[in-house]
């Protein structure tokens, strides 16, 4: 069974740092890229940003370029996404994606909270 | 970038009934190898979205098939022959084409 399993979210102030993990099982992860997509609350969803299945390409959305950076450890089935300088408006739940080309985010994790606030 | 337009924002439906939700695109989004990337979710209440369809009308496997995918160049659809009770919760549609970035649309509503 595929299951993606997020963590690492919380609260934190403005200006402060959080590193989310997102830890695969259940199918080849090596095979695939993955995307980090977040929601805030009672909002629609904003793609995050990409790292291809060898760890490239990368891309990041602008609102979030220069401040959060994507990683995967392949020894620990993991994806990772370090953001910095947090604002107010990172405040979301943060979701983890399978990507698998033709049929991008075909599976989820469950999310993690991050909260940005004094 | 793509911006995709989703209309209604919210759709009261009944039971039994059909229901349509549309995605407009402010470009084509035929990809330069001729095929068409675009994605429609579903995120059930207090669920993550999950795929229902992928290029346009292709269903994901354990989708039901009263669910289907239509359009092209700039204008899609996403089509629930009979809703279900299963069925409320906010839909997306996503492009892949001019990625990146990836691009959802607002998201519609689907409610009893």
């Known amino acids: 069974e595929v299951q993606l399993v997020e963590s690492g979210g919380g609260l934190v102030q403005p200006g402060g740092s959080l590193r989310l993990s997102c830890a695969a099982s259940g199918f080849s992860f090596t095979t695939y890229a993955f995307n980090w997509v977040r929601q805030a609350p009672g909002k629609g969803l904003e793609w995050v940003s990409y790292i291809g299945s060898g760890g490239a390409p990368i891309f990041y959305a602008d609102s979030v370029k220069g401040r959060f950076t994507i990683s995967r450890d392949t020894a620990k089935n993991s994806l990772y996404l370090q953001m910095n300088s947090l604002r107010a408006e990172d405040s979301a739940v943060y979701y983890c994606?399978?990507?698998?080309?033709?049929?991008?985010?075909?599976?989820w994790g469950q999310g993690t909270l991050v909260t940005v606030s004094s | 970038d793509v911006v995709l337009t989703q209309t209604p924002l919210s759709s009261p439906v009944t039971l039994g009934q059909p229901a349509s939700i549309s995605c407009r695109s402010s470009q084509s989004l035929v990809h330069s190898d001729g095929n068409t990337y675009l994605n429609w979710l579903q995120q059930r209440p207090g669920q993550p979205p999950r795929l229902l369809i992928y290029m346009v009308s292709n269903r994901i496997s354990g989708v039901p098939d009263r669910f289907s995918g239509s359009g092209a160049g700039t204008d899609f659809t996403l089509k629930i022959s009979r809703v279900e009770a299963d069925d409320v919760g906010v839909y997306y549609c996503l492009q892949a084409t001019h990625f990146p970035p990836y691009s959802f649309g607002q998201g519609t509503k689907l409610e009893i």
């Open positions: 994606a399978r990507d698998r080309g033709t049929r991008p985010f075909d599976s």
